[in-house]
């Protein structure tokens, strides 16, 4: 069943087969031309062609030659979205990132939890560090991630359990395998108040996340994390960096 479907939407509708094309660029790293927009989406060719063009006329998309790519008025739209229960948490955040980069000049992520995966919300690049196929606005599965554990550990019961219900699927040969290993790591997350991803999402990469606090502490309403190469690194000289930087956004954040 599809994301449309699952939201009471028909895919059928004009509106929905105008946001399943949408989904289909979002998904792509490059521009996509109709044939295999319509590959993707199970459209007719002329049926994706109409949708483009009013998409187009609209500022959603925009045409490279005869390849069609997410236009500005989507980047607009995407930005005025509150993302999370802490409201305008990407603005607030963003000082504290940019600190405890300039500190240790690693890759910082900030993410909240949605549904099984973690959404990325801000991304500060570090220098010298691998590449990792992670933008603002990505997602990936909680499991496979230091993020995601975190904000799995912290969550409420029904979003832990359904975590755990969910597929587990290998990433590389590190990857947490299935619901028992991660019932682990979520109690270890739970007792050292932080999380590890040691090559289970991205090979050569290792990474440290710790928790953003509701006001009463009850919950993590997002996670903050430090990923580094793991060739002549060891994370836990960042801990102490990184804890104390979650420490100071739950802070500010129950402060208003």
Not at 191 to 206: H, K, P, R
Request: charged share 20%.
């Amino acid at each position: 069943m599809s994301s449309n479907e699952v939201n009471g939407l028909s895919p059928d509708t004009s509106v929905g087969k105008g946001l399943t094309v949408l989904d289909a660029l979002s998904r792509s790293r490059s521009p996509l031309g109709v044939s295999e927009i319509s590959s993707r989406t199970g459209m007719a060719k002329s049926t994706v062609h109409r949708l483009l063009n009013a998409m187009i006329v609209h500022g959603y998309v925009s045409k490279e030659g005869e390849r069609y790519l997410l236009a500005e008025r989507v980047f607009e739209l995407g930005h005025r979205v509150q993302v999370g229960p802490a409201k305008g948490l990407r603005e607030f955040a963003a000082p504290y990132a940019a600190e405890l980069f300039a500190a240790t000049r690693q890759t910082i992520h900030l993410a909240v939890l949605s549904g099984t995966e973690i959404l990325y919300i801000d991304k500060v690049s570090g220098v010298g560090t691998p590449k990792m196929a992670t933008r603002i606005g990505g997602r990936r599965p909680a499991y496979a991630t230091g993020l995601g554990k975190v904000l799995v550990a912290f969550a409420p019961a029904v979003d832990v359990q359904r975590n755990l219900e969910g597929r587990f699927r290998r990433f590389t040969a590190y990857t947490v395998p299935d619901a028992h290993r991660m019932q682990q790591s979520l109690a270890r997350v739970r007792e050292t108040g932080f999380a590890t991803d040691n090559e289970e999402s991205f090979l050569g990469v290792t990474c440290l996340a710790a928790p953003i606090w509701s006001s009463d502490k009850s919950r993590a309403v997002a996670a903050i994390s430090l990923s580094c190469p793991v060739a002549g690194h060891s994370p836990s000289r960042f801990k102490t960096a990184l804890m104390g930087t979650a420490d100071q956004l739950s802070a500010a954040l129950s402060r208003g």
